[in-house]
Structures are given as C-alpha cells and as structure tokens.
C-alpha cells in the first residue's frame, strides 16, 4: 500500500534552533500533504495543509512564521520548526491522501530542551 | 460543526471482544474511519465505512454504524494484547464540508493476559 516516510522519528534540539521534519511518499505522489500536532492523550489537531508548489494553509491559531511548510516536489513536505521552544515539544505527524482514505508518517517525536 | 467524540479508556480480558464507540455530530459525513496507533507511531488505517451503509466486516473487525443516532462502533474479536493501542475514529465531510478528516480524541484499550 501507500506508504509516507517521515524522518526523524525523534529529535532532541536545544531551545532556539530550528528542526527540519521530512515526510516523503514512497510510492506514490502526493500533491497534498497534513501536518499534524499531536499533545499527550489528546487527538490530532491539524496544522497545515501543504499543496505541492505553492503555500501551504495554515489552521487558525498556527504561526506560519515559525512553522515553515515547504511541499516542493510531489513526493516530499518538510516542515521546519523554527526557533524551537520547550512549549514547541510535541509529536508531529504528516499524513496524505491515497484512494481509500489517508495514509500517515510515524511521526516525530520533538523534545526542545 | 464537526465533532467526534469517543470514551477515553476501554479495558478487556485477551480472548474477548472489544467494542470502541464514537459518536459524531455532522449528519452529512460521508466517511467515517478508524485508525489504530501505537506508542510513538503513527496512524495506521484499520477500515473505514461510507456512510450509506451500515455494517463492514473484515476479518476480526466489525464496524456497525448507526445513522440515526450518529453513532459508530468498532468491535474487535478475540482480542490480543496485541491490539493494545489507542483507537481513532474519525469523520469527513464531502461534499459541502472540509474533506480532512476531523479526529476524535482515541480510546486507549488496554488487553490484560
């Protein structure tokens, strides 16, 4: 089936740097992409959707500025958090349209320290 | 709006049935689907149902949806410890609403030996 490789699947970043979230569709190309955020015991809150070639859509409420989505190719969305704060420490997951539904990454879990 | 809502905890013996239940508020969904997640992974597509019908059996998964009272269940028999994880149900909206999936917030199912 489709399936989307997202790396890294854990990165630890000091406070005030930035770290790039790769997710890639392996088999298939995938003209839109989700970025999702995901808080312990809580569900998925969307952050963006990501069209390749042009600006991403932001959700209400998230700061485009310090999440940078770039969807440059058909197979590969990255997302970039920016100046990394503790507050920032969450799982991220990408995920993309495929015939029956959708398919997602493994996630990332971020640690800002 | 959409909302989906599901019971936080389930908690069963192996070898018994699970049932996972979801509600949801928009009448119009049109998909309605359940993912599995375990710990530091991603999502993983389990089955999903149209709206127009009301059962959908795969192997040992059973999905029944209740039009009427919007309400979506998901049994699992026999049950492993295997299928501890956290269980999302989700909606989508098509046409009229957005087509991204809105998530309910995972009922985590422990299976004790």
């Known amino acids: 089936g489709a399936v989307v490789s997202q790396h890294p699947s854990r990165v630890i970043c000091k406070s005030g740097t930035s770290v790039k979230i790769e997710c890639r569709s392996l088999d298939f190309q995938a003209t839109t992409m989700f970025w999702y955020r995901q808080f312990p015991k809580q569900s998925l809150m969307l952050m963006a959707t990501?069209?390749?070639?042009?600006?991403?859509?932001?959700e209400q409420g998230v700061e485009k500025d310090k999440f940078l989505i770039n969807h440059a190719s058909l197979t590969l969305s990255t997302l970039t958090v920016t100046s990394a704060h503790p507050e920032d420490s969450s799982f991220y997951i990408c995920?993309?349209?495929?015939?029956?539904?959708?398919?997602f990454g493994s996630g990332t879990r971020l640690t800002v320290v | 709006g959409e909302d989906v809502e599901q019971s936080l905890f389930l908690s069963v013996r192996e070898g018994d049935s699970s049932v996972i239940n979801c509600t949801y508020t928009d009448s119009s969904s049109t998909y309605l689907y359940w993912y599995k997640q375990e710990p530091g992974a991603g999502l993983q597509l389990l089955t999903y149902?149209?709206?127009?019908?009301d059962m959908k059996q795969d192997q040992r998964l059973t999905v029944l949806l209740n039009k009427k009272d919007k309400h979506l269940s998901l049994r699992i028999a026999d049950t492993q410890t295997g299928d501890s994880a956290i269980y999302f149900c989700?909606?989508?909206?098509?046409?009229?609403?957005?087509?991204?999936?809105?998530f309910g917030r995972g009922t985590s199912l422990i299976v004790h030996p």
């Open positions: 990501s069209n390749e070639g042009s600006k991403a859509t932001y």
């Open positions: 149902i149209f709206s127009n019908m």
């Open positions: 989700a909606e989508t909206v098509v046409p009229g609403g957005s087509y991204i999936p809105t």
């Open positions: 995920s993309a349209t495929v015939r029956d539904g959708y398919t």
